[in-house]
């Protein structure tokens, strides 16, 4: 990924929403894309003055880590944790951007359609993980484009 093809990709850009994810295959191999790919976004936004961007890592990154139930620490650690080290190191690399960032974390994620149900986690003591329909967290990321309410906040969104 080359800086100047985002920054091309930014003239006239307000809001950054950025979603990516890594195959199952991806999953057993050391894992870059998150860091990579963000580095670039952020160099990229600085340089076309763009200051909201609006990310999806999802729950048992950063900070949330420390939320995950014990059942499930060893077997998201074995499956999950080349990405997830990977995406807390795309959540530190955002939270030092100085840009107006909303890192949401959805738990696991389901097909199906929009239910408008789902719970905002705000707070660390509320955090754990659910499930959650992508069209539910698309509804959030498009809400997040003119609320204010999560700048520089990791919400958690669970059913």
Same mark, same amino acid.
């Not at 998150?34 to 670039?40: L, P």
């Not at 160099?43 to 949330?64: E, H, N, P, Q």
């Not at 659910?130 to 919400?155: C, H, K, N």
């Given at each position: ?41 952020? +160099? ?7 200051? !909201? #961007? &609006?990310?999806?890592? %999802? ?5 949330? =880590? ?16 080349? +990405? ?7 959540? !530190? #690399? &955002?939270?030092?951007? %100085? ?5 949401? =974390? ?54």
């Amino acid at each position: 990924m080359k800086t100047k093809d985002v920054e091309a990709a930014l003239i006239g850009v307000d809001v950054v929403i950025q979603t990516l994810g890594v195959g199952l295959g991806d999953l057993f191999r050391p894992v870059h894309l998150f860091s990579d790919a963000t580095r670039t976004l952020i +160099a990229a936004m600085r340089a076309k003055g763009v200051k !909201r #961007l &609006i990310c999806v890592t %999802g729950f048992g990154a950063g900070d949330s =880590r420390a939320s995950i139930s014990c059942l499930q620490r060893l077997p998201f650690q074995i499956v999950f944790g080349r +990405a997830y080290e990977d995406k807390s190191l795309q959540e !530190r #690399l &955002i939270k030092e951007s %100085g840009l107006d960032w909303t890192i949401v =974390r959805p738990g696991v994620l389901i097909s199906g359609p929009r239910t408008g149900r789902y719970k905002i986690l705000s707070e660390a003591s509320q955090w754990r993980n659910g499930i959650i329909a992508r069209s539910d967290v698309a509804e959030f990321l498009v809400r997040q484009i003119e609320d204010q309410t999560y700048v520089r906040q990791t919400p958690v969104l669970v059913n």
